[in-house]
């Protein structure tokens, strides 16, 4: 293909995804920007668009995925944290048990291998699940299909809790209106991509498994936890990072994973409602020990986006620090023990499929 036809190609690509991501916004959707790409690449590749996003722009948008999961790791999340330790632990143990159940249930039931199943029911961040996902040999394209619609459901379902509770509309996440961040100080964005190049070298020397996000994560989340630098990040560099995400990832899409994806749906709403009702014991439980009010236990113990979720508790004036702690703590959980879930599921579906391939060996001959 000839430069100037993939320049056009990359810039209706561009065009396209804008639009869509806009759609989505004023529909309130949640992970808008990310979506938006991620559905006009889709198209794009089923159209047979020969079209590839760089290796190396997909590594720095995970790494950039590190350091905003890092960012969440504020002195009130901390205080929160060490006040609370104990219940919030427990809790946080108790979802992510609960999103390993239901990654089994779809394994011995659904039509999932293990890897992708308990990626994509692990209740963390969407986009670092998707990451991590490829580097441990899970379809990226059916985690992320997973992860987002639960998101959907989650951040619907928590959006009308909240107004239930409270009487009025909470805005959502997805509905913000964003500056473009031109303005963001220079010398903490400076440092910041200094961080981020520093663990994006680390990962290409030690070769760990979702180096490129785990790495930048742990060092940004070390150096802003110890207040000895403030990890900037502007919407427009985010929403450049969200773009690169969702066009990986949806240009990866073929016409059978799209078929086998809409024929998963209906047993995916069930496994996000199973998941939703375990974590609903967890707020059940951070109420009877600890008195939280119900709303915010239920925000702090949701399935969802970790942002989309943080601004339904600010606009419904529930206990934020509270519900930021246990969110965050759930995600650095989630990012670390994911790949040891996913590993044992995997080993199980193994197993499980390796004993039924022997018996009907056996009941051939």
Known sequence: MSLSRRACLWAALVLVSGLVAGLLAWAAFPAAVLL????????????????EVP?????????VVGCLVAV?????TLAALGQQWLPMLVTIVHIIVSGALVGLALVLWGSMPGSTAAWGASPGGAAAMSIMAESYGADMRMVAFMQYLRMFVVVLTASGVSRLVLGHAVEPAAGRVLSLGLDAPMLPLALTGLVIAAGLLLASRLRVPAGTMLLPMLLAAALSAGGLMHITLPAWLLWTTYACL????GMRFTRSTVRHALRAIPQLLLATFLLMVLCGLAAWMLTAWLGVDPLSA???????????????AAGSGCDVPFVMAQQTLRLFAVVLIGPLVARLLCRFDARRRGMGEAAAQGARR
């Open 36 to 51: 938006g790409p991620m559905l006009a690449a889709m198209a794009f590749a089923l159209g047979g668009a020969p079209l």
């Open 55 to 63: 290796r190396w722009a997909f590594s720095a948008a995970q790494a």
């Open 72 to 76: 969440t790791v504020t002195p009130a």
């Open 246 to 249: 969702g066009w990986y990832i």
């Open 298 to 312: 239920y925000l702090a113990t949701s399935p969802g986006g970790l942002d989309s979720v943080v601004v339904i």
